[in-house]
């Protein structure tokens, strides 16, 4: 509290100044809640303009690390391939060069 030696000899009647300031601030954002919203607005947008001056949000250098996503035909023709052939390998999928079940056929 900034007014510690004033809030001891007034009205503290032996509370702590944690008890005190707390009571205080509460009451404070429960009868201006716009304002409260208002400056913690600002303080989360001051610190995100700081971060971004600093350069916290910049991408990162490309690394063997990054993960690359591909969403092309051919990854999906890809992934169906390997998928085909790890069925193939459980017997639950006839692929083209298999003639065992051509002859079944």
């Known amino acids: 509290c900034p007014q510690i030696g004033f809030i001891m000899e007034s009205g503290?009647?032996?509370?702590?100044?944690?008890?005190?300031?707390?009571?205080?601030?509460?009451?404070?954002?429960?009868?201006?809640?716009?304002?409260?919203l208002g400056i913690t607005a600002a303080v989360i947008l001051?610190?995100?303009?700081?971060?971004?001056?600093?350069?916290?949000f910049n991408m990162s250098e490309s690394s063997n690390y990054d993960w690359v996503i591909p969403s092309g035909r051919a990854s999906e023709n890809q992934e169906s391939l390997e998928l085909a052939e790890g069925l193939a390998t459980q017997g639950e999928v006839v692929t083209r060069?298999?003639?065992?079940?051509?002859?079944?056929?």
């Open 97 to 105: 060069g298999d003639t065992d079940s051509e002859a079944a056929m």
């Open 12 to 36: 503290h009647e032996g509370r702590g100044c944690t008890s005190m300031c707390t009571k205080h601030v509460a009451k404070t954002i429960t009868h201006h809640p716009f304002k409260f």
């Open 46 to 56: 001051l610190i995100t303009i700081a971060g971004a001056i600093m350069g916290s």
